[in-house]
T-cell receptor, first 111, second 118 residues
Framework: RKEVEQDPGPFNVPEGATVAFNCTYS??????FFWYRQDCRKEPKLLMS???SGNEDGRFTAQLNRASQYISLLIRDSKLSDSATYLC????????????FGAGTTVTVRA | GAVVSQHPSRVICKSGTSVKIECRSL??????MFWYRQFPKKSLMLMAT?????????EQGVEKDKFLINHASLTLSTLTVTSAHPEDSSFYIC??????????????FGPGTRLTVL
């Protein structure tokens, strides 16, 4: 079983729509959770950390469910510039701070 | 925010040659650097963890004699792909972590190096 699993998509949505997707992680000892964004042929860039209480950053909302071991990302009022691959990333101090990456969820926002 | 640079950004080489990739933390000291490889449409795969002044720790299945890692200072780590073969063609990305990243162990990524072995 992969450490982090994501629905690869693609999610094709019109501008202004809301899109949401999840990822699941297998290591119950995981302590840190992130969503990274990766554009084609570029490096991943941190979108937001995910906190236990859930957090919001502008149009992006992340939720963490430790009991069910899943993380979600919701994008409101989608913009064309939101088109990217979103990587679910999980880390654990007990694993020497290594990060485990999901394969990514591709989102395409169309005009 | 913390900035990590990589050099070169792109390299094309002949089979059998060695290629060195540099990863630098520009405005912070990186106690730990990580090297990843990413194939098209695949996830980042951790190759090795590099701590300043000590030997790198390689992930299972990664040949340490083929992928030489040196972390000589708190701002520089290098990855040398020795005797490169076409199957080594990939996107190599480094990341750096500071000692102050705390419980959230955020990593800052370099822009990546695209290696093509002919």
């Amino acid at each position: 079983r992969k450490e982090v699993e994501q629905d690869p998509g693609p999610f094709n949505v019109p501008e202004g729509a809301t899109v949401a997707f999840n990822c699941t992680y297998s290591n119950s000892a995981s302590q840190s959770f992130f969503w990274y964004r990766q554009d084609c042929r570029k490096e991943p860039k941190l979108l937001m950390s995910v906190y236990s209480s859930g957090n919001e950053d502008g149009r992006f909302t992340a939720q963490l469910n430790r009991a069910s071991q899943y993380i979600s990302l919701l994008i409101r009022d989608s913009k064309l510039s939101d088109s990217a691959t979103y990587l679910c990333v999980v880390g654990s101090r007990s694993n020497d701070y290594k990060l485990s990456f999901g394969a990514g969820t591709t989102v395409t926002v169309r005009a | 925010g913390a900035v990590v640079s990589q050099h070169p950004s792109r390299v094309i080489c002949k089979s059998g040659t060695s290629v060195k990739i540099e990863c630098r933390s520009l405005d912070f000291q990186a106690t730990t650097m990580f090297w990843y490889r990413q194939f098209p449409k695949k996830s980042l795969m951790l190759m090795a963890t590099s701590n300043e002044g000590s030997k790198a720790t390689y992930e299972q299945g990664v040949e340490k004699d083929k992928f030489l890692i040196n972390h000589a200072s708190l701002t520089l780590s290098t990855l040398t792909v020795t005797s490169a073969h076409p199957e080594d063609s990939s996107f190599y990305i480094c990341s750096a972590r500071t000692s102050g990243s705390g419980a959230y162990n955020e990593q800052f990524f370099g822009p990546g190096t695209r290696l093509t072995v002919l």
